[in-house]
């Protein structure tokens, strides 16, 4: 027997002390868990589509990439098909929507005889430049916006869409 | 441009430029013998006008689909259609069917027909390359009545 006994009510004390310490960590662990959960999310896949083409395979010469995605519009979810026009300038690779700045058509690059490198819209006759830049006198009133360009394994991956930062 | 509220209060501040009406007509029939084919061809003609819109959209507005069946069909009056659209501000109606009948109205109207290719059985990318090759065939079609202006 040691000199320092522990009492009966001692004995109490320390075991209510610690159930008691459980059962409320136990209460207030999940609504902490809760209430900091919107921290803890993870963003879904970094906003990067993943494309079939390869990061070598691309020239100076634009290409179309087509990519597609999973949009969610309330409960309606669908596979929406989007496209890029790609190319090498430099060393950076630059890929720029397709989507005409005036009335939303589908741009083109080199489908005009009369004015060859340069995008195309076939609508109204909209021309950009291959950097995107709006040829003045054409209906449309903005650059061609551009997509953010990232890379994983060799191919080549798109993001969100951004106002033209080579203009 | 699609029908809907949005595109058509542009359509209304912007008519010179979405100067073009897109309607497909769509057969329906109900026999047992056709209501397959009848929904393959109007799944094609939907796939393919919203193709359309999406390359053309500033310049086009597709309608909502004209459908019909055998019994009605003769109580659909195309030209009224087409002349009431002209009203509207439109300067090129164009149809666009899988319906091979209506081509024996093409001195009247503006037609396109384009025979049904079933698409459900194909994968995606190989419908996405029967939906350019038919695009093609539409293009011209479209550029001529543009150049008229």
């Given at each position: ?47 990067f589509v993943q494309t079939s083409t390869k990061i070598a395979d691309i020239t100076e010469e634009p290409v179309k990439v087509d990519f597609s995605f ?11 098909t989007d496209a890029a026009w790609v190319y090498k300038s430099?060393?950076i690779i630059v890929a720029l929507s397709p ?10 690059w ?36 551009e997509y953010e360009v990232s890379e994983k394994d060799g191919f080549l991956l798109l993001g ?8 | ?123 995606k990318s190989?419908?996405k390359s ?20």
């Amino acid at each position: 027997m040691s000199n320092n006994r522990v009492t009966r009510r001692q004995f109490l004390n320390y075991t209510l002390t610690g159930v008691g310490g459980f059962m409320a960590a136990g209460m207030l662990m999940p609504m902490v868990r809760f209430a900091i959960d919107p921290a803890l999310q993870t963003k879904a896949e970094g906003d990067f589509v993943q494309t079939s083409t390869k990061i070598a395979d691309i020239t100076e010469e634009p290409v179309k990439v087509d990519f597609s995605f999973e949009q969610v519009d309330a409960w309606y979810k669908s596979e929406v098909t989007d496209a890029a026009w790609v190319y090498k300038s430099g060393d950076i690779i630059v890929a720029l929507s397709p989507v005409c700045k005036h009335l939303g058509c589908t741009v083109n690059w080199n489908s005009d005889q009369a004015h060859p490198n340069q995008f195309f819209c076939a609508c109204h006759g909209g021309r950009y430049e291959k950097n995107g830049k709006n040829i003045p006198g054409t209906p449309p009133t903005g650059p061609l916006d551009e997509y953010e360009v990232s890379e994983k394994d060799g191919f080549l991956l798109l993001g969100k869409k951004i106002a033209n930062t080579l203009v | 441009m699609i029908f809907s509220v949005k595109d058509v209060q542009q359509f209304q501040t912007q008519k010179d430029f979405i100067d073009t009406a897109i309607i497909p007509l769509l057969s329906i029939n109900f026999d047992d013998s056709s209501i397959k084919q009848s929904s393959s061809a109007a799944e094609f003609m939907m796939s393919l006008t919203n193709f359309i819109e999406q390359q053309f959209k500033g310049r086009l507005m597709v309608m909502p689909p004209f459908s019909y069946t055998e019994e009605t069909k003769k109580g659909l009056d195309i030209n009224a259609i087409k002349d009431e659209l002209h009203r509207g501000g439109f300067k090129h109606v164009l149809f666009i069917t899988s319906d091979h009948s209506w081509t024996s109205l093409s001195n009247q109207i503006d037609i396109i027909w384009l025979p049904a290719i079933p698409l459900e059985s194909m994968d995606k990318s190989v419908k996405k390359s029967v939906l350019d090759e038919q695009l093609k065939q539409v293009i011209p079609v479209l550029s001529s009545k543009w150049s008229q202006v």
